[in-house]
């Protein structure tokens, strides 16, 4: 099962954004948002929410899995860098191609539709 608030803390870091700073986007305090990322299921309005406050396309944050990101340890110990082993930005440009895609199609039904008006 994906875990959104995990997937988020992980996007969120690659932007390289403090939960500070993303809890004001949101008009939260850093412990409220803080307390976001440890759910595993949000609901889709504030999921919405987050995905703009983190420039990141919810799709991304409900399909990332679990096993496709891994942390770097330095030192034994856990820093905030990520370790895409599964390249995000090719997911990313999938998701925007399947949306493009998608909007292509609409866009041809309307102007058929114009057409027998």
């Not at 030192?75 to 905030?80: A, P, R, V, Y």
């Not at 082993?85 to 949306?99: A, G, R, S, T």
Request: charged fraction near 30%; avoid cysteine; hydrophobic fraction near 40%.
């Amino acid at each position: 099962m994906v875990h959104l608030g995990n997937n988020i803390a992980k996007l969120r870091g690659f932007r390289r954004l403090p939960q500070k700073e993303v809890a004001g986007k949101l008009h939260l305090s850093q412990q409220e948002y803080s307390k976001l990322e440890a759910k595993a299921v949000i609901d889709d309005d504030l999921l919405e929410r987050i995905a703009d406050a983190i420039n990141f396309p919810v799709e991304l944050i409900k399909e990332l899995e679990n096993s496709s990101i891994q942390t770097v340890h330095n030192s034994g110990s856990i820093t905030n860098s990520v370790f895409y082993q599964n390249n995000p930005v090719e997911k990313i440009i999938e998701l925007y191609e399947k949306m493009l895609k998608e909007k292509d199609e609409l866009i041809e039904l309307y102007k058929s539709q114009l057409k027998t008006l």
